[in-house]
């Protein structure tokens, strides 16, 4: 065989391996053509083909049909839900519970202090110069009668005033007895300037708390009072003492300070979101640990109009009888306020996922599917939540295992 026999032979298969592979290439195209076309059938609704479009040329993709738009639509509408067959609800202890309209009560447990009650305190002290000559409570804690002697005070200008008063009476009464022998107008202008002098001397030692018993005293014996005692206005525990035998006292400074025990205040601590719970009238428990089989039942009496920033809490006051001295101030006191808030539309706590933004609730769908929901809660009390919007009375809601059915709801993107 000679060469050129060779390029032929060459040529003649080269041709025809040509022509097979352009045969291969056809085929295989339309029958990956076709196999798409297929699948697409499978998928989705047949649609007629828009008109001029033939074969593979050019145009748009035909509209889906109005049936299919609608379905889509109603989709889309829908709540997305989870589903959890009946045996696995069971495998997680899925528990189901349903909303309802109940009584809400709330109980509030604080701590209290016993306080003296500010409005059975008294101060006593004196308005003139002196001296302390006798100290009649010379020690703290002592019980004190009202009008009962507590100190003596000598003062100079104390007993001038009185020896001016004196002779000021003994004016008026010569006035009054020589009124005959003189002028008769004299005699009445005499009378009248002694007078008004009397007057405004017994009236200025009443303004030194010159009792009219003492005064009366002055008038009968013609001798000033020495020492002006100090009587103590109230019934009661001396609480501060600050006179001491022989001291120098000053107008206005303090000697005593009594508290009448027979009702004492117990101050208690109310946090910041308790307060709209409460109102004055609230009824309480009050009990001591020194006396732990005795309940005191008392009413809020005040609620203080200031907050506490350190501790977040207002204080509320209760007035307790107190008429065995047995509740002495400073003393801690357990506080319990029962605080009826009505009939509220109320779920378990469990059943409320609280991502801290939003509160979440699965409410079963029936046949296995649960519906994440939106709600917003309110008070709480006693295990049970208010709902105050998201959720109808009658509607069931998961209550357990609430956890596992977000973290499934989650995982396929349900719940964001």
Request: positive net charge; hydrophobic residues 40%.
């Given at each position: ?81 989870i ?66 002697p ?29 009124g ?23 009236q ?5 708390d010159?009792?009219?018993s ?37 107008p ?67 007035v ?66 208010e ?30």
């Amino acid at each position: 065989m000679n060469k050129r026999n060779i390029i032929i032979i060459a040529a003649a298969i080269g041709l025809i391996a040509g022509i097979l592979f352009a045969a291969f290439s056809k085929t295989g195209s339309r029958f990956l053509n076709k196999s798409v076309q297929e699948k697409t059938v499978q998928t989705t609704p047949a649609a007629p083909p828009a008109a001029g479009h033939q074969g593979h040329g050019g145009g748009a993709p035909p509209p889906p049909s109005s049936e299919a738009s609608a379905q889509e639509q109603v989709a889309g509408e829908e709540p997305q839900t989870i589903e959890i067959p009946p045996e696995k609800q069971q495998l997680i202890g899925v528990k189901v519970v349903t909303a309802a309209v109940k009584p809400l009560k709330k109980t509030i447990r604080t701590v209290g202090r016993v306080e003296y009650d500010e409005r059975k305190v008294a101060t006593i002290n004196t308005k003139i110069e002196g001296w302390i000559e006798r100290l009649h409570v010379n020690y703290t804690g002592r019980f004190v009668k009202k009008g009962e002697p507590l100190a003596e005070i000598y003062s100079p200008e104390l007993v001038a005033t009185q020896r001016e008063y004196l002779n000021v009476l003994r004016w008026a009464q010569q006035g009054t007895r020589g009124g005959s022998e003189t002028s008769g107008t004299l005699s009445k202008m005499f009378t009248r300037d002694a007078e008004a002098m009397r007057e405004a001397a017994k009236q200025r030692l009443k303004l030194w708390d010159i009792t009219e018993s003492q005064i009366k005293k002055i008038e009968t014996t013609g001798t000033p009072i020495r020492t002006l005692a100090i009587y103590s206005p109230v019934s009661g525990y001396v609480v501060q003492k600050m006179a001491l035998q022989g001291m120098r006292v000053m107008p206005g400074e303090k000697l005593f300070d009594i508290a009448d025990l027979s009702t004492v205040w117990v101050i208690a601590d109310i946090y910041e979101y308790e307060l709209p719970l409460i109102k004055t009238g609230e009824s309480a428990a009050i009990t001591l640990s020194y006396f732990p089989d005795k309940v005191l039942h008392s009413k809020i009496d005040f609620i203080y109009p200031v907050l506490a920033g350190e501790t977040r809490t207002a204080k509320v006051r209760f007035v307790i009888p107190n008429p065995g001295g047995q509740l002495k101030p400073q003393m801690f006191t357990n506080v319990e306020l029962h605080i009826d808030i009505g009939n509220k539309l109320v779920i378990p706590d469990d059943a409320i996922i609280n991502t801290g933004t939003r509160r979440i609730v699965y409410v079963d769908k029936g046949e296995g599917y649960f519906e994440p929901r939106d709600i917003t809660a309110g008070i709480s009390a006693e295990g049970m939540t208010e709902v105050v919007r998201g959720l109808k009375a009658g509607e069931k809601v998961a209550a357990s295992a609430t956890f596992l059915i977000d973290s499934e709801a989650r995982l396929k993107g349900i719940v964001k």
